[in-house]
């Protein structure tokens, strides 16, 4: 990273072709904190800081940004550089998106779950009512600075988040990169911090931008990117309604075997792959069992971004780097779910424990969302 403002603000200025703009920031409070030194070059002054949780990803944080920005006097030439995980990118992105009808955005992604997916593609935007991203716009940002180093201080629950997203983006689009995440895990001991993890990182990205520069606005391809988020989703958000915690790749990986799974049910994907592909899943580590019945989450899928009046664009694995969405009707999908959860009882020889949420929940409200 630069070692001020002046070098940060022109080398950005000038990769982005803006002439004199001013730069502001909206960073995440604790990896300021860690990163100090590294960080140096945010000026104090012209810094929002935010405490990266789901109940801060709010409208309410986003009228803090812009009365922040005002108070700066910060104009429609001006820039907000955000830094943090996918939650300040993605609220910050979209205070962005709609300060002054729009503003210019650089996000500086600080985990891995926001280097490797998030903080790329230009989904933004903030929960409400105790649905995920449910107002948001689709705005590029403008630059994109991926420092791995930041992922040092990464505690576990969030690498494995992050792991959970890149690994999804693999699964979707492109066999051997699966087969190397794969392998490489294996050959390290199923220990996903002692992968080399760069090249997967810029994989993902590459893969990323791709498939949302094809469909920027989200009318086609670009919906296989969702897949493991409805149940994902739906989950994370039955967990942060009860003032629980799920870190948010934790529900994509749990959505995506839930997706697998279903993909199978529905005779889209062979039960030979669909078995390895679910134990390669765990074998690294990534939740695959869902701690509550599928069934139990249709209240929230029916209220998914992805449901229509004639039912649900639901991404299903046709086999590892090859991903389909199909509309689904909520009762085939909750019947197929069923199905699903029957062979939960099977797997693992009795039906799920209704308290099979506890391992979620904490007693810390602050991680849940504002209904
Ligand atoms: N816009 C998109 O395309 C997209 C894609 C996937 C996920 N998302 C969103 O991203 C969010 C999740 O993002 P996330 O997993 O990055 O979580 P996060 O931003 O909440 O960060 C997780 C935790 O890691 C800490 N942290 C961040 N960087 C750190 C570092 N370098 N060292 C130590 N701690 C660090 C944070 O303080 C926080 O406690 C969800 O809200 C999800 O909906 C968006």
Redesign the pocket.
């Known amino acids: 990273m630069a070692s001020s403002a002046d070098e940060f603000e022109a080398s950005a200025a000038c990769l982005i072709g803006k002439t004199r703009p001013r730069f502001f920031y909206i960073a995440?409070h604790?990896?300021y904190r860690?990163w100090k030194n590294k960080l140096a070059f945010i000026p104090e002054d012209s810094v929002f800081f935010m405490d990266?949780?789901?109940k801060n990803?709010s409208l309410g944080t986003v009228e803090k940004i812009i009365a922040f920005l005002i108070g700066k006097n910060a104009c429609r030439n001006d820039i907000l550089v955000c830094v943090?995980?996918?939650?300040?990118t993605?609220t910050g992105g979209f205070a962005a998106s709609v300060y002054m009808r729009g503003i210019r955005y650089v996000n500086i992604p600080?985990?891995l779950?926001?280097q490797a997916?998030?903080s790329v593609?230009g989904?933004?935007g903030v929960n409400f009512g105790g649905y995920?991203?449910m107002i948001g716009t689709i705005t590029q940002p403008s630059l994109v600075f991926i420092v791995p180093e930041?992922?040092n201080?990464?505690?576990p629950v969030?690498y494995r988040?992050?792991f959970s997203?890149l690994v999804k983006t693999a699964l979707i689009q492109d066999k051997d990169l699966y087969g190397s995440i794969v392998s490489e895990v294996s050959a390290c001991g199923n220990d996903i911090r002692s992968v080399g993890i760069g090249k997967f990182v810029a994989a993902a990205v590459k893969i990323k931008l791709s498939v949302a520069g094809s469909d920027p606005t989200e009318k086609g391809r670009r919906k296989i990117l969702n897949f493991g988020h409805t149940y994902g989703h739906a989950l994370e958000e039955h967990i942060l309604s009860e003032g629980g915690r799920i870190?948010?790749?934790d529900a994509v990986s749990i959505g995506m075997a839930a997706a697998i799974r279903i993909s199978m049910e529905s005779g889209c994907m062979e039960t030979e792959d669909t078995e390895r592909v679910i134990s390669e899943l765990s074998g690294m580590g990534l939740y695959t069992e869902c701690p509550v019945p599928l069934t139990s989450l249709k209240h929230y899928i029916a209220h998914d971004k992805k449901t229509h009046a004639d039912g649900i664009d639901f991404v299903v694995l046709l086999a590892p780097g090859r991903a389909e969405c199909r509309r689904i009707s909520l009762e085939e999908l909750d019947d197929l779910a069923a199905r699903v959860q029957s062979g939960y009882g099977k797997r693992h020889g009795k039906p799920v424990r209704s308290n099979a949420l506890a391992g979620f929940v904490q007693n810390d409200m602050a991680g849940g969302m504002d209904k």
């Not at 943090?84 to 300040?88: E, L, R």
Request: hydrophobic share 30%.
């Open positions: 995440d604790a990896v860690l990266a949780c789901e990803k943090g995980g996918g939650t300040v993605d600080t985990t779950l926001a997916d998030a593609g989904k933004t995920k991203n930041f992922l201080t990464l505690p969030d988040s992050g997203e870190a948010h790749g």
